[in-house]
C-alpha cells in the first residue's frame, strides 16, 4: 500500500511539473508576442510624431510670421506717434513709416500664401504622401523617392503620378511664384549604361517630375529642374532608414527677395 501512495504522489509531481512548464512556455510566448506588439506601437508612434512635427514646422513659421507682422505694427504705431509729436522730422519719419508699412504689407501677403498652400496640402500630409517643412528659410515640400520611382529608374509609378497630380492641384493655384524641383539620392554610387552616377540619376527624376507637373498644368516659365545627387543629405546614410529618407524629391517654393535698392545701385554703379 505504501508503494501505491509513493507511486500516485511522483506521478502527481511529474504531472506538476509538465504542466509547469506548459504554462512557462505559454508565458513565454505572450511576452515575446507582447514586446513584439509593443515594438509595433513605438513605430507607429515615432511615425506619427514625426508627422506631428513636420506639420507643426510649418505651423511655427507661419506663428513666427504673424509675429513679425505684429512687432511692424507695433513699430508703426510708435513711429506715427514720434511723427505726431516731432513736426520737424515729418519727412524723415514718413520714409520709416512708408518702408515700414510696406515690409509689413509684405510679409502679410507671404503669410497668406503659406497659410492657403498649408490648407491646400493639409490632406496630403495627413495621409503621409508628402511632408512638408521649412528648411534653409524655404518652404520645401518632399516627397520619398519610394513612392514616386522604382529603385535606380526614372519612370513614375502609377501612385507616384497620383501624389503628384494631386500636388499639382495645389501648386499650381500660385500662377506667380517659382519652384524648384530637386532629386536627391543616398550615398550609394550608382553607375549603369544609362547613368554614370547620382548626379545623373537625380537630376533625370527631377526633370521627369517636372515634366509630369506641367502636364498637371503648372506653368513651365515657372518650374525648373536640379539634381544635387547625394551632396546635401537630410539623414544619416550610416543606416537604411537614413538612406531612405535622403531617397527624395523636394518641391521648393522659391523665396520673393523684392527690390533691393542698394544692390541695384551696386550692380548699375559706373555704368552709363
Known amino acids: 500500500m505504501r508503494s501505491i501512495v509513493v507511486a500516485l504522489l511522483l506521478s502527481t509531481l511529474a504531472l506538476s511539473g509538465c504542466k509547469r512548464k506548459e504554462l512557462e512556455a505559454a508565458l513565454a510566448e505572450a511576452n515575446k508576442k507582447l514586446e513584439a506588439t509593443q515594438a509595433e506601437l513605438g513605430a507607429e508612434q515615432g511615425k506619427n510624431k514625426k508627422l506631428t512635427e513636420e506639420k507643426q514646422t510649418l505651423e511655427e513659421k507661419i506663428t513666427e510670421l504673424e509675429g513679425q507682422i505684429q512687432r511692424l505694427s507695433n513699430e508703426i504705431k510708435v513711429l ?57 528659410g524655404r518652404l520645401v515640400v518632399k516627397l520619398a523617392s519610394s513612392i514616386l520611382f522604382d529603385s535606380g529608374k526614372t519612370e513614375l509609378k502609377p501612385e507616384g503620378q497620383t501624389a503628384l497630380g494631386s500636388l499639382a492641384a495645389a501648386l499650381k493655384s500660385l500662377n506667380d511664384r517659382e519652384f524648384l524641383v530637386a532629386g536627391h539620392t543616398d550615398n550609394v554610387p550608382i553607375k549603369t549604361a544609362k547613368f554614370k552616377n547620382n548626379w545623373d540619376l537625380s537630376t533625370a527624376r527631377a526633370v521627369e517630375v517636372v515634366q509630369f507637373l506641367i502636364t498637371q498644368g503648372m506653368t513651365s516659365s515657372n518650374i525648373g529642374a536640379a539634381g544635387y545627387g547625394e551632396n546635401d543629405p537630410v539623414a544619416d546614410n550610416a543606416n537604411e532608414d537614413g538612406k531612405a529618407q535622403n531617397r527624395r524629391i523636394e518641391v521648393i517654393l522659391m523665396p520673393l527677395l523684392g527690390d533691393i535698392p542698394e544692390l541695384k545701385a551696386m550692380l548699375t554703379s559706373g555704368k552709363s
Open 80 to 136: 506715427e506717434e514720434q511723427n505726431a509729436d516731432l513736426a520737424r522730422k515729418a519727412g524723415a519719419t514718413q520714409d520709416e513709416l512708408k518702408a515700414l508699412r510696406a515690409e509689413k504689407a509684405k510679409r502679410m501677403a507671404e503669410l497668406q500664401v503659406y497659410k492657403d498652400l498649408f490648407g491646400k496640402l493639409k490632406a496630403l500630409v495627413d495621409a503621409g504622401t508628402i511632408q512638408v517643412e521649412f528648411r534653409k
